[in-house]
């Protein structure tokens, strides 16, 4: 069973422009929701959370936007830069506990 | 501060043999995790530690994988025997108790089996 499903499979901006993410999940006691940056032969590493508490969540040029009657959440990267591609992964879990992750989102920023 | 760090970070192996991965957590992390990772996957996670007690290791295939944390710091993986399918990489992370979720990856160890 897939908790957490992300699109799209792969993605590709215009330097300058916005790229976003979007995640959706099921289990309504998820309460905590991280996105993750991964570049390839790393291990993924946090950009930006959010709890569901609040709507939106912005850290420099990250944004994240989380509606909890829908049961979505999306990444919002503006003014994408070549430097942000990378694969980006959400993630969901209960009192911290037991991450899981989206199959992830391959970004390509074109310069 | 050192991240967390893992060892081998590229192992090939002939299939029925065994295999073990090594890591060491950041300092003071008392949580510690093994996450598979399949080729254009996102990380499932396969056994958790708080300190040196195993608490979630409901994902790990028991009959071929083992993990050990002895003394509540450093981590062992191993797979015996390993099967084609167990080509992956396998993340380590570690993290605060109690620190919102918030993980700390090293860069993994990627398996191939023959």
């Known amino acids: 069973q897939q908790q957490v499903k992300q699109s799209p499979q792969s993605l590709i901006v215009q330097k300058g422009g916005i790229s976003i993410i979007n995640c959706a999940y099921e289990?309504?006691?998820?309460?905590?929701f991280p996105w993750y940056q991964q570049f390839p032969g790393k291990g993924p590493a946090l950009l930006i959370a959010?709890?569901?508490?609040?709507s939106e969540k912005k850290e420099g040029r990250f944004t994240i936007s989380f509606n909890k009657s829908a049961k979505q959440f999306s990444l919002h990267i503006m003014d994408s830069q070549p430097g942000d591609s990378a694969t980006y992964f959400c993630?969901?879990?209960?009192?911290?506990?037991?991450?899981?992750f989206g199959a992830g989102t391959i970004l390509r920023v074109k310069s | 501060e050192a991240g967390v760090v893992q060892s081998p970070r590229y192992k090939i192996i002939e299939k029925k043999q065994p295999v073990a991965f090594w890591c060491n957590p950041i300092?003071?992390?008392?949580?510690l995790y093994w996450y598979l990772q399949n080729l254009g996957q996102g990380p499932e996670l396969l056994i958790r530690?708080?300190?040196?007690?195993?608490?979630?290791d409901s994902q790990l295939p028991k009959d071929r994988f083992s993990a050990e944390r002895l003394k509540g710091v450093d981590s062992t993986l191993k797979i015996q025997p390993a099967e084609l399918g167990d080509s992956a990489v396998y993340l380590c992370?570690?993290?605060?108790?109690?620190?919102?979720?918030?993980?700390?990856f090293g860069e993994g160890s990627r398996l191939t089996v023959l």
């Open positions: 992370a570690s993290s605060l108790r109690g620190s919102d979720g918030e993980l700390f």
């Open positions: 289990n309504t006691a998820f309460d905590y």
């Open positions: 959010i709890r569901p508490d609040v």
């Open positions: 993630a969901a879990s209960k009192n911290g506990n037991k991450l899981v």
């Open positions: 300092s003071g992390h008392n949580t």
């Open positions: 530690y708080e300190n040196e007690e195993a608490v979630d």
